[in-house]
């Protein structure tokens, strides 16, 4: 894979050949972040409340839908407005696993809606090549034109299995899902993770890296943290922040810290390319 | 891990450590019936008429509860009444892949709350030994005493990447969470793979397998099947079966007809050790 580390957000949102990763990118510049806040708050009230307060300072918010108690189709309609006020897209963090046939019911439908009212999902690659191929049929048999998929290449939790030919397999389907597939979650650029040698020039996955925090190493549960800098000079594009920001006394100010620090390593990362 | 092929239901029923495992073992002996119905309804109307209709024959009963359109609390608690009236085990399908942190208000909490109407979920321990050990938890600090967990060891569509290490780790991590780990979702006993040589005598892991049909031999979209009797030779315990029941004219002729030819399978592998 070509690595876009040193092309600036502005430069991909005019040549990335997917609407919805131009949009992003575009997003991005505007806003001057690479923030993508991971809202693991679990009542409608705290969701929107969030969304409301840190919608400026981020480029996407992070959902686990199936968490929130109160949910109701209210929850996402009214999430969807705050997004478009603040410009903003949201990511549901689903991590799609299931066979082709099952995911595509998951995703289009059951109670949560998914595909109404997220721009981006992510899907494992465990169970084969089937999964991305039925979710990129769902997209593209939809009326919704800003639909995207991350493959979920690699983890950050201690003794993740996401590793080796696994992340190799997730580069090579995303390869052969191109127009749907936008790019990874993933801890790095990816370039030297494919199986074959074929060089894609002109290809741009755009990666989004978790387990990000400022100060923490690790939680009780088996999570582990890198910094902002370190994550960009690895490769990452967005960066993934959730306790980090909103579990403090003041998510704005959090927020705040982390658009400032994303946005700095982002700079210092093309400039240290040209 | 030493196989368990050879024993009886009724002597697993009696012998195992696990409550959940006892209770699921004796319900196929009174029954005689290792079948589990994967229940890929879209509406609670059709779950409920399905789970009535297919109740009497069946161990298990396996929901995507996420693919419901019209889910209300409503749903799980009628769908728990048919499982007592019908004695069998609810399964609800959720292939939990996050970190721990997070599943533990998946399966907890949410619109779905999953842990309070579902015997038994499953995990991927691709994210590592953090989610097996997150959600042991919350069965350990939890009030229901008949909750247990099946760590997905292998997938049955085609390319998959539940194979080799992810599935020795799939062992390893079971083993080390005996208490809520009633078994596995794989193809076949996996008593050689493990990566440590250790022998456990005592041990009995479940062994649910999926992609099971009479007929099928594979979908457009990567699932991939084996029948019956083979499954059965393979080290499975209960047979997952999904389109091949409820998808013709006559599910509950089809119930029957599974039912039959996995008991059969059942007491031929009991007979060829004898």
Not at 87 to 111: C, H, M, P, S
Not at 193 to 220: C, H, L, N, Q, Y
Not at 252 to 267: C, T
């Amino acid at each position: 894979m070509t690595s876009r580390s040193s092309v600036s957000h502005g430069e991909r949102a005019k040549c990335h050949p997917n609407a919805l990763a131009r949009r992003l990118f575009a997003i991005a510049e505007t806003k001057q972040t690479n923030i993508a806040v991971s809202a693991d708050l679990t009542t409608t009230r705290e969701l929107l409340s969030i969304a409301e307060a840190l919608g400026p300072y981020i480029a996407v918010f992070k959902t686990h839908i199936d968490i929130i108690s109160d949910f109701t189709s209210d929850t996402t309609d009214q999430l969807q407005r705050v997004a478009e006020k603040h410009n903003f897209l949201i990511f549901e963090d689903r991590k799609y696993i299931d066979i082709g046939n099952t995911v595509q019911k998951q995703y289009r439908g059951g109670a949560l809606r998914i595909y109404d009212w997220a721009h981006i999902i992510n899907a494992s690659v465990l169970a084969g090549e089937g999964i991305i191929d039925a979710l990129s049929r769902t997209i593209e048999n939809g009326e919704e034109r800003d639909r995207g998929i991350l493959i979920l290449a690699e983890m950050t939790s201690k003794g993740s299995l996401a590793t080796g030919e696994y992340t190799k397999a997730s580069v090579e389907i995303a390869r052969k899902h191109k127009e749907h597939v936008i790019g990874f979650v993933a801890t790095r650029q990816l370039s030297a993770d494919s199986r074959s040698d074929e060089a894609v020039p002109g290809e741009d996955f755009v990666i989004f890296t978790t387990g990000i925090s400022i100060s923490s190493k690790g939680d009780a549960l088996g999570q582990q943290y890198q910094s902002p800098a370190s994550a960009m000079e690895r490769g990452a594009d967005f960066l993934i922040v959730g306790r980090g920001i909103y579990s403090g006394s003041d998510p704005v100010a959090s927020a705040k810290a982390y658009r400032d620090a994303g946005w700095e390593a982002y700079l210092s990362r093309l400039e240290g390319s040209t």
